[in-house]
């Protein structure tokens, strides 16, 4: 389902708040039906406005609504000895369950597996990890793997999310990442894999890391490339951004990125949405920014760029053009 464009969006928040006040007129639910029904995408809209506001509604009344999202999350750690004993059902409730706070799949791992995840972290959240033999993973946000060392492998599977891996060395024993769409196989690097909706990416900063896709495309990527795969297909080989990896150290650094692209990536740091208007959309950002401190973030945007924010409801931040 492609994202509306900003205009819509706007159309379908301005009709949300009308409607939900109580006071719209016949004529008003009447006007609201006929531009539902106008087009597919003001459909798609609409929906994206009523997950949002059913999404925050029961943690905007809660003290903290940040920390109660966050441990709604961290209980189902509480699942990690019982993988084995989670039965269909037990699964299938908890993701209902969980699921009304979700509507963009970012707010909890989209497989059921990842509810007992050996590590997991929640939306905004970093942790690195070190295995028995030595090797260094970094999760970023919302991100779950499980971990299986046996004496002939050691294999991660990342479940959901982004990783870092900083490999020790081990001649005995291979060492591979599997993703929905294929196996990584490497040996002595450091690469980092980020499971998107439809595919994989992969950048390779130290050694060299294959890709198997499971339909049986292959190709290897040596230090300082990167590419994103599915099972069906490999993209061309790229250069690997140096300033990918600084997530590990809470930044998000921007060298010749688009606004557009800048707040994709801090949408996947926090359970609100950030919606930019397509005046903006393509101005260039330079810079470091802190993942954790999304308010500063905007105060450094609105410092550099002309642009103002706009709060449509709680969980929704609009940037537009500064209205002269």
């Known amino acids: 389902m492609a994202e509306p464009s900003h205009k819509t969006l706007e159309e379908a928040a301005e009709w949300f708040a009308i409607l939900r006040d109580g006071q719209a007129s016949n004529e008003h639910k009447s006007d609201w039906r006929k531009w539902l029904d106008d087009k597919p995408e003001n ?20 003290p903290d609504p940040h920390n109660t999202a966050d441990n709604l999350y961290n209980a189902n750690q509480r699942l990690r000895q019982r993988r084995r004993l989670l039965s ?3 699964s299938i409730a908890v993701i209902g369950f969980v699921g009304h706070f979700s509507w963009n799949r970012k707010w909890f791992p989209d497989s059921v597996m990842a509810l007992a995840a050996d590590y997991h972290t929640g939306v905004g959240q970093q942790t690195d990890i070190t295995l028995p033999d030595g090797t260094q993973i970094w999760l970023n946000t919302a991100s779950a793997i499980n971990v299986d060392y046996t004496v002939q ?3 991660i599977e990342l479940l959901h999310g982004e990783i870092f891996i900083e490999t020790a060395k081990d001649v005995g024993r291979s060492f591979v990442v599997d993703t929905s769409q294929g196996r ?12 998107q909706q439809q595919d994989i990416e992969l950048a390779v900063y130290e050694g060299s890391v294959s ?8 190709v290897e990527l040596q230090a300082g490339e990167t590419s994103r795969f599915n099972q069906n297909q490999i993209m061309p080989k790229q250069n690997a951004i140096t300033a990918r990896q600084a997530w590990r ?10 606004l557009q692209e800048l707040i994709a990536e801090l949408n996947r740091y926090q359970y609100g949405y950030i919606n930019i208007a397509d005046e903006v959309a393509q101005l260039k950002v330079y810079g470091s920014f802190p993942l ?11 410092t550099v760029l002309p642009i103002q ?13 500064i209205q002269r």
């Open 43 to 62: 459909k798609t809209a609409w929906l994206y406005v009523e997950k949002i506001s059913e999404g925050f509604q029961p943690l905007q009344q809660t």
């Open 88 to 90: 269909g059902m037990a």
């Open 153 to 155: 492998q050691r294999r």
């Open 184 to 195: 990584l196989t490497a040996l002595g690097t450091q690469f980092n894999v980020m499971s």
């Open 211 to 218: 890709v198997h896709t499971n339909n049986d495309h292959y």
């Open 249 to 258: 150290d809470g930044l998000l650094v921007a060298e010749d990125m688009t």
């Open 292 to 302: 954790a401190d999304n308010d500063r973030v905007l105060t450094m945007l609105t």
């Open 309 to 321: 924010v706009r709060q449509v409801f709680p969980g929704w931040i609009i940037l537009e053009p």
